[in-house]
């Protein structure tokens, strides 16, 4: 993966940066291609976004048939 596209995927420098748990600095020292290893941890912030987002939808949803219910 190249650096462009990991940083691309998570949305920039620093939201990388927060998605992964590191200083913006050591985002803009990643190597281009990404090593294996942060290529790694940039797939696993897109999953855990990935959920957090569908936990939100459900959420939603529960909260809605709970309205149609009441």
């Known amino acids: 993966m190249k650096k462009a596209e990991g940083i691309g995927l998570l949305g920039g420098v620093a939201r990388a940066a927060i998605d992964i748990g590191i200083s913006e600095s050591a985002v803009r020292l990643w190597p281009d291609p990404l090593t ?13 976004r990935q959920l ?10 529960d909260r809605s048939v709970r309205r149609l219910v009441a």
């Open 52 to 61: 957090a987002e569908q936990e939100r939808n459900v959420s939603d949803v």
């Open 36 to 48: 294996p290893a942060i290529r790694d941890r940039v797939q696993a912030a897109l999953y855990r």
